[in-house]
């Protein structure tokens, strides 16, 4: 009886698969929509998955204003990052962060889900979040990504 061979297919770069597509972040759990973001950008939703070739697609954020966080973290998570220089580390909390830049919570939760390579800065260049619900990229035709509603915490 012959020995029946599996096939493997390798994805290959191909920018028209790439397509756009627009995530309505109001009231989204912050870690659980970063989730999602990074497996769309990443192109882990499509069958032709491959770790060594970029097949995310482009991902359009809006309404970043209105996420949420579940329990006390609000009021408890704060960024941090270090300027290099003596006495150089900043601490900013949730609440200053989402009125001075909102979409960078977002951006700085997805980027820790990505690649730590050169491919994962790639893919979070694919990546555009806007605070209100209007943004500029009305001639890619973005789709609508449908997420599920969360439950009440």
Known sequence: MPVKLQKT????KD????????????????G???AKIAMILMG?????YTPH???????IVTNCRKIRLTGKKPQT?????YTYHMGGRKVVSFEKMMQQKPQEVIRQAVRRMLPKNKMG???LSKLKIYPGSDHPHAAQQPRIYPL??????
């Open 9 to 12: 297919t390798v994805a290959r």
């Open 15 to 30: 920018p028209r698969q790439q397509s756009w597509l627009l995530i309505d972040a109001r009231d989204q759990i912050l």
């Open 32 to 34: 659980r929509l970063a």
């Open 44 to 48: 882990k939703h499509r069958p032709q």
């Open 53 to 59: 070739v970029d097949t995310g697609d482009y991902v």
């Open 77 to 81: 998570k704060q960024y941090d990052h």
């Open 121 to 123: 800065r790639r893919q």
């Open 148 to 153: 599920t509603p969360n439950p009440k915490v």
